[in-house]
């Protein structure tokens, strides 16, 4: 560690992680300190009210990509570590031949792994710039943790002392078996006929959230349907090719108004819809229960294993006391109780309807790696849809070769025996940074956006506007919504947004809110306190509509950024909190990338002047990820399922 002279220290150091009775904390600890370094911009720019200069801790990240491969490099190598009698955590939760480790690695990375590495480097950062005598931080005890341990100095921590995360946000809390139980009495019973034959069908895989409104630009009419796999279940059954579905739920929105939706589903299917909770028998939940008693078993020895311990660090820091309620809440989560369910349910489902093709989108959820790998050991062969935008730094498409391929098969990460990918970049990325064998990733294009080449031909900017309410005259600000799992973020984001649009007398603002955004109420409320006037809430609308007609689009990030390019519209990208420097849209550049509210107002100022060679360097930037849109998508995965069918019934 860097020891400066006397002369050059400096007395004290103030991190300030959340705004709770801020005014009486800058009074009693901020007149003699030489840095106070906010958590974000709202913080930052509430300490400048009271008269104190700071700084965000983003400007401490000098290599975000860097950071975000690091962490990486972590979660993929931690499965492997021994921790409990020089067994790894992958191998003690393995279940009949799958690790549910794979269940839980997105969201252990995501919402901790990714955020906690991230701090340890921008800390490392302040303290590489100056030396500190002491350190005062608000509001974060993983900061305070991380800074008593690496850099042995004087700490101070003000905050809720029983305040603690989790990356765990649906606890069983003790009652697993009987929210089991609730769901297979609300969905398993809910079995509905169908006029489908079951002759070795195509099984297709599929969830409510993919069942939206659309306009049909052939009739002219809106009509609801499944944006994925509608239009290849039409084909398929034009093929003379039977197909069922099973349908996955996990969000409580819409589990209530599943059996309503499937109806619907099964009529537009002409195919049996059945929920995955039908095939859950008796015997599985009482297997299911077994099995959990002997998790919370492995759960307490883990935290008595010094190997556990050990296992936890990241550059010399210990983790454990920052992550062990994070455990705790990974093995007590409703996922987890469900585990050895999602396995043992697989069986079931491939023995009653034995299909001949396995079809799915979202193939790294839970049931879908369980279904996967029973298919493998059965010899069905398994086809993916690609659903988001496929990066370099995607955790569940970055993979160290042994574990898509390794000795044993147990600890292997599943994979379809095909994932049709939108562009060569998506191929490319699953080969090179996943793993993949040359053969599993196929270029088809997206199926979503197959109605689009005919759509554009057909838009008419008028009735559009017209129909959502849009004023002739304005410039029309699209928000396209993204299920933000940093509440934090969220609120900073849709904020600055909305102050931001009050200052804009010629602006009409339109917020399309994701599929899986249910309180749209949250948006009513920053209007109204904002004075916002000129805007519109759509949740159901054609999306490619919207992008049409507007003259700014802006994103946090995610997939509508890129198609916004797509169709030359200059685009704003919201990374207020440096937590998205990994993603494609962010990464390039390309858009304009806002991470201060101050900043906001000049880019959409600048966006409305954008010239032709910045869009155009866009267009062909959104083609390279996301593919072109000609139309032919779901015809290219319908004969690759056909074709495999055929060889699969030989």
Same mark, same amino acid.
């Given at each position: ?14 991190? #300030?992680?959340? @705004? ?74 393995? $279940? ?11 969201? &252990? ?13 921008? &800390? ?33 921590? $003000? ?47 599929? %969830? ?5 409104? %659309? ?31 099973? @349908? ?34 008796? @015997? ?89 790998? %029973? ?26 070769? %042994? ?17 049709? #990918? ?33 759509a554009i031909r057909r838009f008419d900017s008028e009735k559009i506007m017209s129909k959502v309410g849009m004023p002739a005259g304005k410039k029309i600000i699209l928000f396209a919504g993204q299920t933000l799992s940093n509440l934090e973020e969220k609120s900073l984001v849709t904020n600055s947004l909305f102050q931001t649009v009050s200052n804009m007398d010629d602006a009409f603002l339109v917020i399309k809110a994701h599929p899986n ?134």
């Amino acid at each position: 560690m860097w020891n400066p002279s006397y002369e050059d220290k400096m007395p004290k150091l103030v991190l #300030v992680f959340d @705004d709770y009775d801020l005014e009486s904390f800058v009074e009693e600890h901020c007149n003699d300190c030489k840095l106070i370094v906010a958590a974000n911009e709202n913080i930052r720019s509430k300490l400048i009210l009271f008269g104190k200069d700071c700084v965000t801790i983003s400007e401490f990240s000098k290599n975000p990509l860097e950071t975000t491969r690091q962490s990486l490099q972590w979660i993929k190598n931690w499965p492997d570590r021994p921790v409990l009698h020089g067994k790894s955590f992958k191998e003690l939760l393995v $279940y009949d031949h799958l690790s549910i480790y794979w269940f839980l690695e997105t969201r &252990l990375y995501l919402f901790r792994i990714q955020g906690l590495i991230q701090l340890v480097e921008q &800390l490392k950062q302040i303290f590489s710039e100056k030396q500190y005598d002491s350190v005062i931080i608000k509001g974060n005890r993983d900061a305070y943790h991380i800074v008593k341990e690496k850099f042995e100095l004087g700490v101070e921590f $003000y905050g809720d002392a029983d305040k603690v995360s989790s990356v765990s946000q649906n606890s069983h809390g003790g009652h697993g078996y009987l929210k089991l139980n609730a769901l297979k009495l609300i969905r398993g019973f809910s079995s509905l006929q169908s006029k489908t034959t079951d002759d070795r069908p195509v099984l297709i895989i599929t %969830e409510i959230a993919n069942w939206r409104e %659309e306009f049909d630009y052939t009739t002219g009419m809106y009509v609801k349907k499944d944006v994925i796999f509608s239009s290849i279940i039409k084909k398929l059954s034009e093929s003379s090719v039977p197909v069922r579905i099973i @349908d996955f739920e996990n969000k409580s929105e819409r589990l209530l108004k599943s059996f309503s939706i499937n109806k619907e589903r099964q009529k537009n299917f002409d195919a049996k819809v059945e929920p995955w909770e039908k095939y859950v028998t008796k @015997d599985i939940m009482s297997k299911t229960k077994e099995y959990n008693h002997k998790l919370q078993s492995l759960l307490s020895q883990l935290h008595e294993s010094n190997e556990f311990r050990n296992s936890l660090t990241y550059d010399g820091i210990s983790l454990y006391e920052i992550l062990k309620k994070d455990f705790d809440g990974l093995i007590n989560s409703f996922k987890t109780y469900v585990s050895s369910t999602f396995i043992d349910t697989a069986k079931v489902i491939l023995k009653e309807i034995n299909p001949s093709v396995i079809v799915m989108h979202d193939e790294y959820g839970a049931l879908q790696l369980c279904i996967i790998k %029973e298919a493998s050991r059965q010899n069905i062969p398994t086809i993916a849809v690609q659903h988001g935008v496929n990066t370099e730094t995607w955790i569940s498409y970055v993979h160290k070769p %042994e574990h898509v391929d390794g000795n044993n098969p147990d600890l292997n990460f599943p994979i379809p025996d095909h994932l049709c #990918v939108w562009s060569d970049t998506a191929r490319s990325n699953l080969i090179k940074n996943g793993h993949f064998p040359l053969t599993v990733p196929v270029v088809t294009g997206d199926p979503k956006s197959d109605f689009l080449p005919d759509a554009i031909r057909r838009f008419d900017s008028e009735k559009i506007m017209s129909k959502v309410g849009m004023p002739a005259g304005k410039k029309i600000i699209l928000f396209a919504g993204q299920t933000l799992s940093n509440l934090e973020e969220k609120s900073l984001v849709t904020n600055s947004l909305f102050q931001t649009v009050s200052n804009m007398d010629d602006a009409f603002l339109v917020i399309k809110a994701h599929p899986n955004e249910y309180d749209l109420s949250y948006y009513e409320k920053l209007a109204k306190q904002n004075g916002v006037k000129d805007y519109v809430i759509l949740q159901s609308h054609n999306l490619y509509e919207l992008i049409f007609v507007s003259n700014v689009v802006i994103v946090p990030y995610s997939t509508v950024g890129i198609e916004a390019m797509r169709l030359r519209k200059p685009v704003i990208a919201l990374n207020m909190m440096g937590l998205h420097d990994d993603d494609p849209l962010i990464a390039s550049r390309i858009p304009i990338i806002v991470e201060k509210a101050g900043d906001l107002l000049p880019a959409i100022q600048k966006c409305l002047q954008s010239n032709s060679e910045i869009l155009d360097k866009a267009e062909t930037f959104a083609k390279s990820q996301i593919g072109m849109a000609d139309g032919l998508s779901a015809q290219r995965i319908t004969r690759l399922i056909v074709d495999t069918r055929n060889k699969a019934l030989i």
